[in-house]
Nanobody
Framework: QVQLVESGGGLAQPGGSLRLSCTASGLTSDYYAIAWFRQAPGKQREGVSSINHSDGSTWYDDSVKGRFTISRDNAKNTVYLQMNSLKPEDTALYYC????????????????????????WGQGTQVTVSS
């Protein structure tokens, strides 16, 4: 059974930083990716970033490029999202999710905002950016 647990959300000032963690268990395949999503009140869930387990390749939404960095620690089965230069519009509930697939397939999913194959989700962690 796949389980994902997020942590690290909280309150940050504009321009500040937060680091989110997503610890996974039950992922037995080498061909999967972990992605971060966010959903603000009244808005659709959107993909923020992803990282593939097999080769470490990453994808970022344009809204976070240059500010957010996704990374992984395979020994700890944990994926991190380092969020710098935070803006009020980054305020949202952040989720991590897992999908089985190769790097090219996952990249297309994220680019096309096709999230139907993401079957495993964490419970979410709140990020609030406010002065």
């Amino acid at each position: 059974q796949v389980q994902l647990v997020e942590s690290g959300g909280g309150l940050a000032q504009p321009g500040g930083s937060l680091r989110l963690s997503c610890t996974a268990s039950g992922l037995t395949s080498d061909y999967y990716a972990i992605a971060w999503f966010r959903q603000a009140p009244g808005k659709q869930r959107e993909g923020v970033s992803s990282i593939n387990h097999s080769d470490g390749s990453t994808w970022y939404d344009d809204s976070v490029k240059g500010r957010f960095t996704i990374s992984r620690d395979n020994a700890k089965n944990t994926v991190y999202l380092q969020m710098n230069s935070l803006k009020p519009e980054d305020t949202a509930l952040y989720y991590c999710a897992a999908v089985f697939g190769g790097p090219d397939t996952v990249k297309l999913m994220m680019q096309d905002r096709y999230y139907g194959e993401f079957d495993h989700w964490g419970q979410g962690t709140q990020v609030t950016v406010s002065s």
